[in-house]
């Protein structure tokens, strides 16, 4: 099993470096605020004066260089080149406002500025490169624990099959070599993951959930992203209270977690401030009532899970995305049919890796379609592990028993040929 | 070790990144369509067409329609010209001039050729096409419907589509883009290769069941 772990830690890595040789800096959706604001942070340990402690200047010099403009197919600003995000025109808000923003949040900045400035100050290119092997790191972990998750929750051949779809999903690579915090919230969905079937599966519950609601705490202090985590742990506490504990237990531990949940949200100012924020950035009427704009919505969120490339300016060829959308289909009707078919665990690894989803679907819909910004497939990769386990039950579902080893190869074959010719037709027309 | 589907594997993953990266061009920006394309048949003598097209290569030397037109007696004649412009569409200069001639016994339409344009990466063109004659012959263009209507005009109309056609560039390949670039292409050809090692390594253990011995 550890060989099949070590294998697809090399396809991971190989197509991380793939991605960081091909991907022109600036080019990951919205490094250049992620960077300034780690720039901040490490002005501020150093003790560094300056008017630009974000390095903003630096930062649009350095993505003008790079061609940022071309391939966000904006012209530049007019006039005197911009010196702050604010006057960058078009692509305002963006990348983000104001570095100095006590917004956002500082546990992952303020660690990633200190790391910078471990070393002498230099280019903010080689900073962002910095920041993109700490996400790659982030990856690798989730790789790891992935697989301890699917070690849990599916047979050896399953184990196997997640772990390998993982290490060649086209969007996961390319997502984990961006220079901020969001591979960290991904690696924070994995352990959650890991946690919860650890608590379905294992003896002991509590260590579990003690576990996993502080990950997903300490997520939600990370980024917004994050706190999406909060109701699945709950949901996943709720469940493991009904069907693991003694009645009189699954109550007080209830009762107890929304106590603490209130208290949490109301108290710790990082999560506070990230729930505000989310909530008062998206103030505006829902767009539910607009059913062509929820088909757009929902379209783009599943493309974009699959492939999306530079600020969502490329994307894979349209009969790319039609066989990612047959093989989705047949998972997903495969799934009811696993539901419906299978008893006890794959019935229950279902409704949570479900649970999962449905919670970061409502998370994502609540703030965008206010926003009515199209949020990108990624934001589900904090469910990455569970989705994967999904989509291998539904095609299994498919499969008689005795070829069952024949379809894993198949599915994990077809999605490394998909990335292939992600790479091939579109990383590499757009960005060599 | 049986190394049968390793190796089968490796090849296909090296075969189909081979293929791609030397015969698919992706000279150009797909555009945004909004739904299937349909065929407008019958395009009169004297229509005039102008598309917007961005091009992401060096060495633009092709534009390819898609259409059709029925065999007749004569040649038909369209004259084509590559205006190139800037972001706003304004124009800039003219690039190239041409007349394409459409055989009697051909029936695709059309492919307008010419002298590769050296620095056409990140630039903008306007395709104008001219319906010059078609010696009783039936012309048919297929065009796409896109959201904005300003990528395609008729006869001076603007119109929310597009025609549909393909691009090819000297440098359109990847095979084309990395030739400039030998280092680099080392690099992603190492990576490829122990990309495909990887993946090959991993299909193998799945299909042994994790043990390499097993025949």
Known sequence: MQLALAAAAVVLLSRMALSLAIVPPWQQPDEPIHVA?????????????????????????????????????????????PIRFVSTGAVVSTIGLDPESPSYAPPYYATVGWLLSLVPRGTVERDLYVMRLVSMLCAAITLWVGFLACRLALDELGVATVTSLLAVHPQFAIASTTAGPDALVTLAGALVWWQTMQAL?????????????????GAAIVDRLGV???PIALCVTIMVSATRLRPRHAVGLVVCTVVAILISVGTIPAIRGQVEFSLRAASGPSALGDL????????????????????????????????????????????????????????????????????????????????????????????????????????????????????????????????????????????? | MR??????????????????????????????????????????????????????????????????????????VLRVQLVETDAQ????????????????????????????????????????????????????????????????????????AFLVFRTFATAGTGAGRLATAPGRRHLLVLLALIYNAGVAGALSLLATGWNPRRA
């Open chain 1, 37 to 81: 604001i780690a720039e901040v942070w490490r002005s501020r340990i150093t003790g560094e004066g300056t008017s630009d402690r974000g390095r903003e200047a630096e930062i649009i010099d350095s993505m003008i260089r790079h061609h940022w403009w071309h391939h966000y197919q904006k012209p530049l600003p007019a006039g005197p080149q």
């Open chain 1, 292 to 432: 062509d704009y929820i088909r757009r919505f929902v379209a783009f969120l599943y493309t974009s899970w699959w492939y999306s490339l530079g600020w969502v300016r490329y994307q894979a060829p349209e009969w790319w995305s039609i066989v990612t959308g047959l093989v989705t289909i047949a998972a997903s009707v495969g799934v009811v049919r696993q539901f419906f078919r299978r008893g006890g665990a794959t019935r229950e690894t279902i409704v949570v890796a479900a649970v999962n989803l449905i919670v970061l679907l409502a998370a994502v819909g609540v703030v965008f379609l206010r926003l009515r910004v199209g949020p990108q497939g990624r934001y589900f990769f904090p469910a990455i592990v569970p989705s994967l386990t999904l989509l291998w039950l539904g095609t299994d579902a498919w499969v008689p028993k005795r070829y069952r080893t024949a379809g894993a190869v198949a599915l994990v074959g077809v999605v490394a040929v998909l990335d292939v010719l992600a790479w091939t037709l579109v990383a590499l027309s757009a960005y060599t």
């Open chain 2, 3 to 76: 190394l049968g589907l390793p190796v089968a594997v490796f090849l296909v993953l090296a075969v189909v990144e081979a293929l791609t990266v030397a015969f698919v061009d992706t000279s150009i920006q797909p555009l945004d369509r909004t739904d299937s394309p349909f065929q407008v048949r019958d395009v009169a003598a004297g229509t005039v067409f102008t598309q917007r097209l961005e091009v992401r290569a060096n060495g633009l030397n092709e534009v390819r329609l898609k259409g059709g037109m029925s065999v007749g007696g004569r040649p038909a």
């Open chain 2, 89 to 160: 569409g304004a124009t800039v200069r003219v690039v190239r001039t041409g007349r394409v001639e459409v055989a009697a016994d051909e029936t695709r339409c059309c492919a307008f050729r010419f002298e590769p344009v050296g620095a056409s990466r990140w630039r903008r063109y306007r395709l104008e096409l001219r319906v010059e004659e078609l010696g009783g012959r039936q012309l048919s263009l297929w065009l796409a419907p896109a959201e904005s209507d300003d990528s395609l005009t008729i006869n001076a109309r603007p119109r929310s």
């Open chain 1, 201 to 217: 599966r294992g003896t002991s519950q509590f260590r579990s959930l003690a576990l996993l609601w502080l990950v997903s705490i």
């Open chain 1, 228 to 230: 999406a985590l909060l």
